[in-house]
C-alpha cells in the first residue's frame, strides 16, 4: 500500500472549513484514498473514501487532484467536536488490512 | 450501520496475570477481525488478523505467544495478554470490515485500556 504524508497539526477556528492535506504520490491505479479520525482515547471512526473523483458525505468532502497523489479532506463547518487526529490511509479496496501512519492533529479553536 | 463492541473498556491488572478482550460485531457478521495496538501519543500499531475458523495472521514482531488470538464464531474475536508486564499497558483497539461503494471499510471498536500494576 502507498506511504502517505500529513501535516503533524492544524488548527482551524471554530465554524470555518477545515482543510487537511494528504500526500500520497506513489499511489497505484487501483488504490483508494480513506480517511479516518479518532476522538481522544476512542477507536478510530470513518469518515469518507474516494478513487478518482471527489467525494461528499454528511461529515465532509473529500477533493482527490487530477493525478492522484494528493488529496484534502474538507470539514466544511468545524466545530469544537471535530477536534481529532485525522488519518489519510492508502489501500486496495479488496484488501483488509489498513495501516495507519502518524495523522494530523487537528484542534478547532473556539 | 456496523457496529463493534469491545468489551472490557478499561481493565487493570497485576503484573504476570493474563487478560482477555472480546470484540464483537453486533449486526454483522466478520469472518475477518484486526486487532491494534495503540501507546500513548503514537499512531495505531496493526497487531494481527483474527480469522474466523482458523489461525491469526500476526503482524511482523508481535509475539504470538503473548497474545493470543481467537475467532470462534462470526460475531466474536478475542485477544488475550498472557503473563501481562507494564509494558503491554496500552490501548487495545479491534475492528472488522464491511462495505461501503465497493470499498472494505473497517468499524472500530470503543478500544480497551490495558493497564498492568
Known amino acids: 500500500d502507498a506511504k502517505t504524508t500529513q501535516p503533524p497539526s492544524m488548527d482551524c477556528a471554530e465554524g470555518r472549513a477545515a482543510n487537511l492535506p494528504c500526500n500520497h504520490s506513489t499511489i497505484s491505479g487501483n488504490e483508494y484514498v480513506y480517511w479516518y479520525r479518532q476522538i481522544h482515547s476512542q477507536g478510530p471512526q470513518y469518515i469518507i473514501h474516494?478513487?478518482?473523483n471527489n467525494e461528499t458525505n454528511e461529515m465532509a468532502s473529500l477533493i482527490i487532484t487530477e493525478d492522484r497523489k494528493s488529496s484534502t479532506l474538507i470539514l466544511p463547518h468545524a466545530t469544537l467536536r471535530d477536534t481529532a487526529v485525522y488519518y489519510c490511509i492508502v489501500r486496495t479496496p479488496t484488501g483488509n488490512q489498513f495501516y495507519f501512519g502518524t495523522g494530523t492533529s487537528l484542534t478547532v479553536i473556539p | 450501520g456496523a457496529v463493534v463492541s469491545q468489551h472490557p473498556s478499561w481493565v487493570i491488572c497485576k503484573s504476570g496475570t493474563s487478560v482477555k478482550i472480546e470484540c464483537r460485531s453486533l449486526?454483522?457478521?466478520?469472518?475477518?477481525m484486526f486487532w491494534y495496538r495503540q501507546f500513548p501519543k503514537q499512531s495505531l500499531m496493526l497487531m494481527a488478523t483474527s480469522n474466523e475458523g482458523s489461525k491469526a495472521t500476526y503482524e511482523q514482531g508481535v509475539e504470538k505467544d503473548k497474545f493470543l488470538i481467537n475467532h470462534a464464531s462470526l460475531t466474536l474475536s478475542t485477544l488475550t495478554v498472557t503473563s501481562a508486564h507494564p509494558e503491554d499497558s496500552s490501548f487495545y483497539i479491534c475492528s472488522a470490515p464491511g462495505r461501503i461503494g465497493g470499498a472494505n471499510v473497517l468499524t472500530f471498536g470503543a478500544g480497551s485500556r490495558l493497564t498492568v500494576l
Open positions: 474516494g478513487l478518482k
Open positions: 449486526d454483522f457478521q466478520a469472518t475477518t
